[in-house]
């Protein structure tokens, strides 16, 4: 369990973060937590922990407003354990961490926006497939067309919304990307960065077939880490006719421990696509992404599949 404070280190934030979070399994329990684990025996089947030690830790997270606990049956009554919004600021954290370990310690140090297919860090995006992404799971979205099929969340005519990542529609095709270049301009030696390159035109793709994934009532929505309102701007500027999800709070990388890499003292999304039907399961899975063109002609191949 967490350690007392020592009183020299009473007024230290992070003395004080770590006496909540410094365990090695409350760590785990919010990790798991964020990718829609919230069930006691979902957490014990994903951690292997005991239970007296999962109980412990809930109760720790619980009591220092981690998480918070909210009936999901009755009769008898069952609880769920959800994030706060004080438990979903560690989301950064988090990927802060697994950005550091796929950097430092599974790799060997290089900047990359890319991965080898053979890499631990492509592996753990490829056992995507088949998993759900947890509902709800909602991000600030630019839309530039009122006329747009966003999804079953979206305020039509807003040119910014709370978007569910994934719409009501037949598949959902969710690209990843590192950043654009509009409105803020690129960080220096961005292009020497393997894989960063690529997005506006990648953007630029997916909006010229748009009317052939939306002839099979197939959604694209973009994601980047970049803010709404930079999105926005991009958007309308190029005439994306899809939403533009932002995920600055890192809620949706936490959620699928996407891979990212840090430029410009930002952390950015690695370039993937994921492929989803309307029940949130994951049916294709392209990562890493080497030939833009041709990874969306395969991403509109596997959402036609899908039946």
């Known amino acids: 369990m967490a350690r007392e404070l020592r009183s020299q280190d009473a007024d230290c934030s992070i003395a004080q973060a770590a006496a909540v979070m410094g365990d090695w399994w409350s760590l785990l329990i919010v990790r798991e937590v964020t990718r829609g684990h919230r069930r006691f025996d979902d957490l014990l089947g994903e951690l292997g922990i005991s239970r007296k030690v999962l109980t412990e830790r809930l109760k720790h997270l619980v009591e220092h407003g981690v998480l918070t606990r909210e009936p999901y049956q009755s009769g008898p009554v069952r609880y769920e354990y959800v994030l706060t919004d004080a438990g979903w600021a560690l989301a950064p954290m988090l990927i802060t961490m697994q950005d550091w370990a796929d950097r430092w310690l599974l790799g060997d140090g290089t900047l990359t926006g890319v991965a080898a297919p053979r890499s631990q860090e492509a592996a753990r995006v490829h056992a995507l497939l088949g998993t759900h992404i947890p509902d709800p799971l909602q991000l600030p979205a630019a839309i530039n067309r009122p006329s747009v099929a966003v999804g079953r969340t979206a305020s039509t005519g807003e040119r910014t919304a709370s ?145």
């Open 163 to 307: 978007l569910d990542v994934v719409a009501d529609a037949r598949a959902t095709v969710l690209f990843a990307y590192p950043s654009t270049g509009m409105p803020a301009p690129l960080p220096p030696g961005w292009n020497q960065v393997p894989g960063a390159a690529g997005c506006t035109l990648e953007n630029r793709i997916f909006r010229d077939r748009h009317p052939e994934f939306a002839a099979h009532d197939i959604a694209i929505h973009g994601v980047s880490t970049q803010r709404p309102d930079e999105q926005a701007t991009f958007a309308a500027a190029e005439d994306i006719p899809f939403p533009l999800l932002s995920d600055m709070d890192l809620r949706l990388a936490a959620a699928l421990r996407l891979p990212t890499f840090r430029a410009g003292q930002a952390l950015r999304l690695k370039r993937l696509i994921l492929v989803v039907d309307r029940f949130r399961v994951i049916r294709h899975v392209i990562f890493p992404v080497l030939d833009i063109p041709a990874a969306i002609t395969e991403a509109l191949t596997a959402a036609e599949a899908i039946s």
